[in-house]
């Protein structure tokens, strides 16, 4: 039987080896203790330091004037390592130029949805409406096919295909922005040739040929264009401007787009002006049609293709379109943003529309009234050979007192370059001085400025002084925009010197630094008694019309014996309107094959080797 030991019995021996063992383990024990800090202790010295951290960071923040110069220094030094030096005075230059640069980019942003005049139509007269007309005509023309997209215009079911031998690259610049240029394939520069040696040879019918055979030939419907304009066929006039846009368009660069400020194009090189030319034009038919939100940014894109040298003088024109589409913010801003650059007040244009814009948001606004008051009374003061033009426009009844008065009625001293600026823009735009409420206020202001006028004020012999000083030429981008817009009585200011320059209605006043790439052969030259700019207009669209061949003998009846003994002018101008009509109908156009169709293989092995996309 086994006893079990009482809890209280212990064995001796085996005490003295536990105690023996305890002593040692104390010792590890307390060695391991000792390495080990103590966390309480740790706790006190991380406060402690938290304490000395925060009386350091108080010290500083109270003795923030009693600073030391090498603490300055070093905190200089840290700001520099850290956020770069102080900008010196080009840079803040660089910085404020490349600001209004930007400000600049911003006014003339262009929406592509304003591109197109039939989106503002269809806001205008309904999208039924247009659509029902673009239905009707299409019935009409017969063939259906399919076109590729176009931001600027609605191409036609019946238009050829826009493969013409266009291409257009990226070129390198030392100017600012992404610069471009058209190229002209090898077929392509056959047909340009025999589309010069056709002009030069004052044929027009050869023309006719090139289009008949070449239905997207740029240069040959821009010439046909005018004619037709000039045979009062304004319908087919438009279109073949449509077609000229929907086939350079076709050839864009995939970098090259209308909405980006920054793509530009040399006006100087031949093969680039025919899209400035075509885009001038389109404006032109665009506003005619009362679509002035899209000729206002059209315009914008014109100004932005070349915006240093603006080859067609866009800015004389872009105020209209803005006070016509109720865009006069818009027109503000763009004064104020440019004024420096360009120096705008000199413009009679501008500083008159500008006062005009200033008064329409006044209507809104009335605190802006006494700026419109100002505006209007400086433009009067800077420029009075506008106002008696202008009133007389407006059909209306001039006061005695601003008839009679020398300051409005002497132009002796008025220059011709500042004259053909007046008349400009009386011309253009007096449709916008008609309006009920605008005439009181202009009539108000011409009796203080008399009032400032007969009392000698100093910016009234300031503006006498810069009329005489100023405006001694125009330069050629002007010539050509007064050619482009086709005033009658601008047309007849121009200087004599322009009757001996080469003027063609597809490319007109080119520049005198041309880059041309073709070489026109040369032009049997005739003598005119009259170099007069009518005389010069009319030959730049009929060539082959002699003004010296004397008439024909009249018959019996009182006509023409026959057609040897030469064609009147305007039956010239109907028969060739009417063979472009013919020609223009009668184009037919292959139905493009559907899908799954053996045709979808072949098309692209069918195009020439030689011609580019």
Known sequence: VMVKPRNGARNAFSLLLAASCSDTEVKEDDGEESSRPDKSQEITKKKKRRKKKAGKKIGTRSSEDNLDLDEVEASVRWVESNLGPAPTESQNNRNSCSASNQDAANILKVENKFLNHENEMKRIFGSRVVQSENNRSRKQRGNRTFQRGSVLVTPKPTWPNPKTGLSMRNMESEEDGSWF????????????????????SMDHRRIMDILNANPMHIDSMLQLSEICKMGEDSATAAELIERTLYVLESSFHFSFCLANSNCHLDYRRQENRSFFIALFRHISFVSARACYRTALELTKVLLNLDPAEDPLAGILMVDFFALRARENQWLVDFYNTFQNKRNLNQLPNLVYSLALATFQLSLEEPRLQDKADLLLQDALIAF?????????????????SVSTHTYFMDTRATPGALTTLCTLYVERTYHCWKEPEVLPWLEKNCTEVIKLVDKKVEKVERSIENRK?????????????????????????????LSRAPASSWDPLPPTDSINTYTAPSRQQTVLDDPSSLRLFFRSLLPNFNPDEPMPAAGEDGGAQGPEGGLDLRNSVQSLVGALRDLLGNIEVVDAPGEGEAGDEASEDDVPPGEWD
């Open 181 to 200: 240029t058209w190229d002209h394939s090898p077929q392509y520069q056959a047909v340009q040739i025999d589309f010069l040696s056709a002009v030069e």
């Open 469 to 497: 000083t100023r405006y001694q030429g125009l330069p050629r981008n002007i010539h050509r925009h007064v050619v482009m817009s086709e005033f009658s009585s601008v047309i007849s200011a121009l200087p004599g010197s």
């Open 384 to 400: 009075p050979d506008v106002l008696l033009p202008l009133l007389d426009k407006c059909s209306v009844d001039i006061p005695m």
